[in-house]
């Protein structure tokens, strides 16, 4: 925690926020942890200062509560709006006056799953979706949640529209969208990043519809999905069947390296040999 108090030529005690400093030179104030109302802007002017002057080069200052009434006093003082989550408002300002902005953007990208999901009959698991561009048969999926790795976010998704469990058997790949400025998708701005994942059912393929999103779910003859379905998605399921054949898929693979006094865990993905149950 970085908190100091320093002194005037008036031998003035002046107070400087207190915020956390990083690894990179940058340093991240809540608005909680300080308490100062009417001489906010003064405190503000003395901190920028200090901060020059003892190397912080982007500040990240979260403004929640009864605090955003700080919010003009900020902007004055040059810093922008970066991002805001339920109460909480972060506005950044980049102190070194010499070199471009280091502050990082918001995230700019969304990851959502498709899912293949073949049973022993060569039927593929699909369905309609009620609100839809087109017609077509698809594969089941969705976005993925606040950390929840990719496979795990595909056999959920599964089960929620489908009601069919499976396991995860890879990875077929991926489609990356960038925002189009005569296309409404992906909104905000963002890119869109759309994973194929591979399936397998675990017992009971009974389809039980999620009646709010999903209007039809069947299990479909690969022929008949290679023939009526979104040409979107048979691209990704020729591919899978490719790399059946070939006996690859991409795997993750648990991976852990030192950060610091922790332990950074994480799943790495590359190519594998599919085993024979896939």
Request: proline share 2%; charged share 25%.
């Given at each position: 925690m970085l908190s100091?108090?320093?002194?005037s030529s008036r031998n003035r005690a002046?107070?400087?926020?207190?915020?956390n400093r990083d690894r990179f030179g940058g340093l991240s104030v809540y608005s909680y942890e300080n308490e100062c109302s009417s001489d906010f802007p003064e405190t503000l002017q003395n901190s920028l200062e200090e901060w020059k002057q003892t190397g912080i080069r982007g500040t990240w200052f979260h403004v929640s509560g009864a605090h955003t009434a700080w919010i003009p006093h900020l902007i004055e003082n040059g810093f922008e709006f970066h991002h805001?989550?339920?109460e909480t408002a972060v506005l950044t300002r980049w102190l070194p006056e010499d070199e471009s902005s280091g502050i990082p953007e918001y995230p700019h990208t969304y990851l959502?799953?498709?899912?293949?999901?073949?049973?022993?009959?060569?039927?593929l698991l699909v369905i309609k979706e009620k609100v839809r561009f087109y017609n077509n048969w698809k594969f089941p999926g969705g976005y993925v949640d606040r950390g929840e790795n990719i496979l795990d976010a595909a056999v959920r998704e599964v089960k929620e529209e489908t009601g069919v469990q499976t396991e995860a058997i890879g990875l077929v790949g991926f489609r990356h969208v960038l925002p189009q400025a005569d296309i409404p998708f992906p909104p905000f701005k963002c890119a869109d990043i759309y994973a194929i994942c591979a399936l397998r059912p675990t017992g009971d393929e009974t389809i039980v519809r999620?009646?709010?999103?999903?209007?039809?779910?069947?299990w479909l003859p690969l022929d008949e999905f290679l023939e009526k379905g979104s040409q979107h998605n048979t691209h990704f399921l020729n591919a899978y069947l490719k790399a059946k054949e070939?006996?690859?898929?991409?795997?993750?693979?648990?991976?852990?390296?030192k950060?610091?006094?922790a332990d950074r865990h994480m799943l790495m993905y590359f190519n594998d040999y599919l085993n024979s149950s896939s």
């Open positions: 100091r108090t320093i002194f002046l107070s400087v926020l207190k915020g805001a989550k339920n959502g799953v498709g899912t293949i999901t073949i049973n022993d009959k060569n039927e999620q009646e709010r999103e999903v209007s039809e779910a069947e070939q006996n690859i898929i991409v795997s993750p693979h648990d991976f852990s390296m950060y610091g006094n």
